[in-house]
């Protein structure tokens, strides 16, 4: 399909869309408070960041959805302590995420970024050039709060296969997906201190949650899985104190949650 086919494309399947925004079945945020801590020595610090998928949507709870499978994976791999944050916001687009969520930021530098972003701006029907400048500018914003940070910055997830969408909407969705995906790629290895990673394998049905448009658990490990191949080659973690930005207190641990709602 050629790049500009994509909108008469979606005008035909626009009642397919319409249907799907009035009858979807809407899964919450996942449980659970949106910090936690893994005990070992020096902990690294993760912090997720963006739209449903750090939310948790479609997992029990947070420390089952990506962030904190994300933050299993990275004590077993550095033998280390973790502190992670999941700061997301369900529907949230790339700018929303850089208006709204960039602010929340702990005030302690992260060691680790996980960025999600990019669905939302593809069901908003996003201009592609708005989209890469508005990722663009929230990596920047994420490097500048921790210039010795690695951002890590999923994919767009497999539109083509979400059960949810029916044919021909799942199609022209996945095209589009796959444009904003290459305009992905393309910018972050324009970037030293950002790691893409992918959505890497087949995604049948059982690898989505029940509401057929978010990763399931069992995806959601092997998704932390793929962050720890894409970040291990590019990043020794080596020792260093934490340094604080501004003034107050770090990040509270496990008890209080401050996950913004939808």
Not at 125 to 145: F, G, M, P, V
Request: with cysteine.
């Amino acid at each position: 399909m050629i790049h500009w086919l994509f909108w008469p494309a979606f005008a035909l399947s626009l009642p397919q869309a319409l249907w799907i925004k009035q009858t979807a079945v809407r899964f919450k945020d996942a449980d659970g408070p949106a910090q936690g801590r893994l005990e070992g020595q020096e902990p690294l610090r993760l912090c997720g960041i963006g739209d449903s998928i750090i939310s948790g949507v479609g997992c029990q709870t947070l420390d089952r959805a990506l962030i904190g499978c994300t933050a299993r994976a990275l004590s077993a791999r550095y033998e280390r302590g973790v502190d992670w944050q999941a700061i997301g916001r369900t529907g949230a687009t790339t700018s929303g995420i850089a208006k709204y969520l960039v602010p929340k930021l702990p005030k302690t530098e992260v060691d680790v970024f996980l960025v999600s972003a990019g669905v939302n701006d593809i069901t908003a029907l996003k201009r592609l050039s708005s989209w890469s400048t508005a990722l663009k500018e929230l990596i920047q914003s994420l490097h500048d709060h921790s210039p010795g940070a690695r951002i890590m910055v999923l994919g767009i997830p497999p539109i083509h296969c979400f059960p949810l969408l029916p044919q021909p909407l799942r199609s022209v969705l996945g095209f589009r997906a796959r444009s904003f995906d290459q305009a992905a790629v393309a910018l972050v290895q324009s970037l030293d201190h950002a790691v893409y990673v992918p959505y890497e394998g087949d995604f049948p049905q059982q690898k989505f949650a029940p509401d057929g448009y978010h990763p399931s658990e069992k995806a959601c490990i092997e998704l932390a899985e793929e962050v720890m191949l894409r970040l291990a080659p590019n990043h020794s973690m080596a020792l260093r104190a934490p340094q604080v930005r501004g003034i107050g207190p770090a990040p509270a641990h496990p008890g209080a949650s401050d996950r913004p709602q939808a």
